[in-house]
C-alpha cells in the first residue's frame, strides 16, 4: 500500500522534470535549435502534420536553422506555416531549401526568456509539492484503514526526501537553462 503511493507519487514527479525539460527546450536560448520548430503543424494531403512530418531539419552551424521540404510543391506551405508560428524568425526561401537565421539575443530578451525559464521550474515545483501533499493524504488515510503510525511516518519522511530531491534536480536544469540563455 505504502510503496504504491510512493511509487505513484514519484512517477508524477518524474513526469514533472519530464515536462520541464520538454518546455525549456522549446526556449530559444539565441543558438540554433531544431526543437523550437516542434510545435508547427501544417496541411499535409489533408491530415494536419508536424513540420519534421514533411520536411528534414538540421543546424548547419550554431545561427542557422535549415529546413528542406522532401517535396518541391510543399515549399510554399512550409514557408507560410513557419511565419504563422509564434518561432518568430522570418524564413529565407531560396527555392531548394528555407533558412532560418536565428538572431543574437537582446539583453532585454535575454531576461525576458530566463524569467519564462523561471515560470516553467515554478510549475513544475508546484507538481513536485501537489504530488508530495497527495501521498502523504493517502499515508495518513493509510494509517486510519491500518497501517502502523512508525510505518506512516517513516514513509512521510521518504515522501520529504524523494521531494527535496526533484525540487533540486528542477533547480539544476534551470539553472543550465537559464546559464544558456544569459550566456553571450
Known amino acids: 500500500m505504502i510503496k504504491e ?11 514533472a522534470i519530464e515536462y520541464l525539460d520538454e518546455s525549456l527546450a522549446h526556449i530559444r536560448a539565441g543558438k540554433a535549435n531544431p526543437r523550437i520548430l516542434d510545435g508547427i503543424k501544417l496541411d499535409y494531403y489533408g491530415t494536419l502534420t508536424p513540420l519534421s512530418g514533411v520536411a ?15 517535396e518541391k510543391q510543399m515549399m510554399r506551405d512550409v514557408e507560410k506555416a513557419i511565419m504563422d508560428s509564434d518561432v518568430g524568425i522570418t524564413p529565407d526561401n531560396n527555392g531548394e531549401v528555407i533558412r532560418l537565421s536565428i538572431p543574437p539575443l537582446t539583453e532585454e530578451r535575454r531576461k525576458q526568456l530566463a524569467k ?18 497527495d501521498a502523504i493524504d493517502a499515508i495518513k488515510k493509510s494509517v486510519k484503514d491500518g497501517t502502523p503510525e512508525d510505518v506512516a511516518k517513516d514513509a512521510e519522511n521518504d515522501m520529504q526526501k524523494m521531494h527535496d ?20
Do not use: H, L
Request: no cysteine; net charge positive; hydrophobic share 40%.
Open 5 to 15: 503511493i510512493q511509487q505513484k507519487a514519484e512517477k508524477k514527479m518524474q513526469g
Open 56 to 70: 528534414s531539419i538540421s543546424t548547419p552551424d550554431a545561427r542557422t536553422i535549415v529546413v528542406q521540404p522532401w
Open 116 to 133: 519564462q525559464a523561471k515560470g516553467e521550474a515554478e510549475e513544475a515545483k508546484i507538481s513536485v509539492r501537489n504530488a508530495r501533499r
Open 165 to 184: 530531491k526533484y525540487i533540486k534536480k528542477i533547480d539544476e536544469v534551470f539553472a543550465a537553462k537559464e546559464k544558456e540563455i544569459m550566456t553571450v
